[in-house]
T-cell receptor, first 115, second 111 residues
Framework: GAGVSQTPSNKVTEKGKYVELRCDPI?????LYWYRQSLGQGPEFLIY????????DSGLPNDRFFAVRPEGSVSTLKIQRTERGDSAVYLC?????????????FGPGTRLTVL | GQNIDQPTEMTATEGAIVQINCTYQ??????LFWYQQHAGEAPTFLSY??LDGLEEKGRFSSFLSRSKGYSYLLLKELQMKDSASYLC????????????WGLGTSLAVNP
């Protein structure tokens, strides 16, 4: 079966613009995670969904960032008024559930560049 | 606070064995993961340890000592394709659904 997919693979935008990043998890996976990764760093947790609800959004840096998962499958990460510091690779991961031991499967990421 | 330490870089020779260490300081423990990440690609799962001891999976093995807050990833019969970053992550003891990630160890395998 297909793995986690993310679109677009690359996004270049100008400071102040709005962007949407899409994640399509593995079918049947109820848990979905968004991470941000800068060069030479480990993934930085942003938000986690269990089903349709955001179970933990404590990693979102500020209120310019928002994510939804309206039908418990595809998720969209939305960034308003982008800043140059938002430039990073945005990774999405899914797992069967959030239970202990369940590995997270990562998508290829979206490389966001804010000029 | 929660903290994970890994060496930044390591170099090894094709065919050799390399051990990548990870130490963690957390208020509790619910499991440790190792992921491999090639440049420009997403992390891929390698191993999961929750009990003390060695877990072997082909050329890769992972060890855990909970009393020492210590794990290592052992790579045998190194191949050029093993050149990648190796990430250690532990479950956040305050929130079991979150992972706390190390910065990763960049391994270069030379011929």
């Amino acid at each position: 079966g297909a793995g986690v997919s993310q679109t677009p693979s690359n996004k270049v935008t100008e400071k102040g613009k709005y962007v949407e990043l899409r994640c399509d998890p593995i079918s049947g996976h109820t848990a979905l995670y968004w991470y941000r990764q800068s060069l030479g760093q480990g993934p930085e947790f942003l938000i986690y969904f269990q089903g349709t609800g955001a179970a933990d959004d404590s990693g979102l840096p500020n209120d310019r960032f928002f994510a939804v998962r309206p039908e418990g499958s595809v998720s969209t990460l939305k960034i308003q008024r982008t800043e140059r510091g938002d430039s990073a690779v945005y990774l999405c991961a899914s797992s069967l559930s959030a239970g202990t031991g369940n590995e997270q499967f990562f998508g290829p990421g979206t490389r966001l560049t804010v000029l | 606070g929660q903290n994970i330490d890994q060496p930044t870089e390591m170099t090894a020779t094709e065919g050799a064995i390399v051990q990548i260490n990870c130490t963690y300081q957390t208020s509790g423990f619910n499991g440790l993961f190792w992921y491999q990440q090639h440049a420009g690609e997403a992390p891929t799962f390698l191993s999961y340890n929750v009990l003390d001891g060695l877990e072997e999976k082909g050329r890769f093995s992972s060890f855990l000592s909970r009393s020492k807050g210590y794990s290592y990833l052992l790579l045998k019969e190194l191949q050029m394709k093993d050149s990648a970053s190796y990430l250690c992550a532990v479950r956040d003891p305050g929130n079991n659904r979150k992972l706390i990630w190390g910065l990763g160890t960049s391994l270069a395998v030379n011929p």
